[in-house]
């Protein structure tokens, strides 16, 4: 899908991306596809994630940079240089936000940090992206989305309950923290509609970790009690799990008791429904050992896929179990406008976020050259 689409919602808001890696590209390429016209700036050997692969796209570019690099222009500046700081300086009068994840007291030694630019630009938003902050006790260290998930306790209620701990299959919180920067931006933005004053916006890895740990989180205020895991059943409610049935395994996410009363119905259990064990969701998940071995028995004479839609027919959230491949071809998918299609090859996940008037869009593929930000209007 490759088109012209009207001017995006943050269309006029000029952003220098000086970002690498995941969370801070992630956060320029969400502004970039509603919109904002995007400088992103390089060193001159290029984001480490260009080398991040095979698989490799064109240009010999990993697969990596290519998925969070969108909608932007690039050029490339040795910051730690008096001309690539020159050149910088000359871009920032008319920028409205800067992204950058440089190591804390980076820019400071380069003269061109927040304090000192702030005070130049008053309606500069400065978005800083980092492990864990400036300060404090893990102040300034270094952090990467395995590592954070390690340190937040993701990877502690994370697998099957007999195994041992287990990172998140995708760098989720990279990609949250990079949400939450754009977020930060359009709050700062909002406010300075009314002040007239930009101001910092902070975006650490360490509180996006921690601000994922619902409802264990929660479960632990309450009950003081350490989440263990429990592989793909929800800690809370149940049926909320990957069952087995005469073929692809299915998953239940049964919330209420008129769901759970229409799936005994659509597996020809009604009765089970009145079983005192399992009457409401309170005593299905305390007894839902017995709960899964007899849905499991039951299921065994069903077809997987013909159950699923059977399921959601009668209003029971039900899902196949798809492979990556098998989620991006699905008609849905590509209904959802969520595959793009752009020139030189590119192909990518389409912006999740739907506007009616002002929809996203694709206008420059990665690896795009720019120097200066494009003319108004």
Excluded at 44 to 71: C, H, I, K
Aim: proline content about 7%; some cysteine; glycine content about 12%.
């Amino acid at each position: 899908m490759t088109a012209t689409l009207p001017a995006g919602a943050l269309a006029g808001i000029r952003v220098l991306d000086l970002s690498r890696v995941l969370g801070g590209p992630y956060c320029g390429q969400i502004l970039g596809d509603h919109g904002a016209d995007v400088l992103k700036i390089e060193p001159p050997q290029g984001d480490d994630t260009r080398a991040w692969g095979p698989p490799f796209a064109r240009e010999g570019v990993a697969s990596y940079y290519m998925g969070l690099n969108r909608n932007k222009r690039v050029q490339h500046l040795d910051l730690a240089s008096e001309e690539g700081r020159a050149a910088l300086m000359a871009l920032l009068p008319e920028a409205d936000v800067l992204i950058e994840n440089f190591k804390t007291g980076t820019m400071e030694r380069w003269g061109i940090g927040f304090e000192t630019l702030s005070k130049r630009f008053p309606r500069l938003v400065w978005c800083r992206v980092s492990g864990f902050g400036a300060d404090g006790p893990l102040g300034a260290l270094p952090g990467y989305d395995a590592a954070v998930q390690a340190m937040t306790g993701l990877m502690s209620i994370n697998g099957e309950a007999e195994g041992g701990p287990l990172r998140v299959g995708l760098p989720v919180v990279d990609m949250v923290t990079g949400l939450n920067a754009t977020l930060g931006v359009l709050l700062a933005l909002q406010e300075r509609a009314r002040s007239g004053h930009g101001q910092l916006v902070e975006a650490a890895l360490y509180d996006s970790g921690l601000s994922l740990l619902h409802p264990h989180a929660a479960n632990w205020f309450t009950d003081g009690k350490t989440p263990q895991r429990t592989g793909n059943a929800h800690p809370n409610i149940y049926p909320y799990d990957a069952l087995r049935t005469g073929t692809d395994p299915v998953f239940l996410a049964v919330g209420n008791d008129r769901q759970f009363a229409s799936l005994c119905e659509c597996i020809g259990a009604p009765g089970l429904a009145q079983d005192a064990r399992f009457a409401d969701a309170r005593s299905r998940s305390v007894h839902r050992a017995a709960l899964k071995e007899t849905l499991e028995s039951l299921l065994q004479a069903f077809d997987g896929r013909e159950l699923v839609d059977t399921l959601m027919a009668r209003g029971v959230p039900a899902a196949p179990v798809l492979t990556v491949d098998a989620a991006l071809a699905h008609p849905h998918t590509t209904h959802r406008g969520m595959l793009v299609e752009m020139a030189d090859g590119y192909r990518g996940i389409g912006s999740p976020i739907k506007l009616g008037r002002t929809p996203a869009s694709y206008r420059h593929p990665p690896l795009t050259p720019g120097t200066h930000f494009e003319p108004a209007g």
